[in-house]
């Protein structure tokens, strides 16, 4: 967790969906820099459990997302605890977070945790919708992001397109207002060309739908994201 700023790419992998073994090899093969286990229906213990057990032999880093507190699955190099900063509703704010850490704050290693500031940008995205989301303006993306790094002090802030390509200028705006706290970017990304545009501004792109898609456009994206 403590090199995650060193990161220049992931990708993400839902437990609901399926991978093959070959592509799931040449996944975690490729380079990339970790693989994070998430997403947003359908997640269960079970599933997550299953994806964890058939990355493990390999030794890129594993990181598991939290959206439910039952699929929590012990084993992950590290947690990240999604924080939706554009929801309209105070449970995904603080209230999931405040239930989780209650039921297990004696044995959470805090140490592996990190949290990630989302504001998410897709209004037909699942996670918008899931969470009650409306959408910001630039300037209140870029509030959300002051709060982040000067008020929350959060590890991550993370620009949520889920599905559609998002604005580069934009990006970028936010690119320059951080300083401490990593960007991620996440959203629509199926070629280099537009793994090299995102990751010209953002520490970190997130690389997910298309791995189901189109496995070697996906992989492609990786040296595309190192080389900028």
């Known amino acids: 967790m403590e090199k995650m700023n060193e990161w220049d790419h992931v990708f993400k992998l839902d437990p609901n969906k399926k991978i093959s073994d070959q592509d799931l090899q040449s996944v975690c093969e490729s380079g990339t820099d970790a693989i994070i286990v998430g997403g947003t229906d359908g997640v269960t213990f079970e599933n997550v459990h299953d994806l ?20 929590i699955t012990p084993g992950f190099d590290g947690y990240l605890i999604p924080i939706v900063l554009n929801s309209q509703h ?16 004696d044995i959470i290693d805090w140490k592996s945790m990190a949290t ?36 929350f002090q959060l590890p991550i802030f993370y620009l949520e397109y889920s599905g559609t390509y ?34 010209a501004h953002a520490d ?25």
């Open 204 to 228: 970190v792109i997130v690389v997910g739908n298309i791995i189901y898609e189109n496995i070697q456009a996906a992989l492609a994206t990786v040296q595309a994201a190192k080389s900028t």
């Open 166 to 199: 998002g604005d580069p200028k934009l990006v970028q705006r936010i690119a320059e207002e951080l300083n401490q706290t990593t960007l991620f970017y996440g959203g629509g990304i199926h070629t280099p060309e537009q793994a090299r545009e995102m990751s």
């Open 90 to 105: 105070k449970k995904w704010l603080l209230d999931i977070q405040h239930h989780a850490v209650k039921e297990y704050g």
């Open 116 to 151: 990630e500031g989302y504001c998410v940008l897709n209004p037909d995205a699942k996670v918008y919708q899931h969470t009650n989301c409306y959408l910001p303006d630039d300037a209140d993306v870029l509030a959300y992001a002051r709060i982040a790094e000067h008020l």
């Open 52 to 71: 964890w057990e058939r990355i493990e032999p390999y030794e890129v880093p594993c990181l598991l997302e939290i959206s439910d507190i039952e699929a």
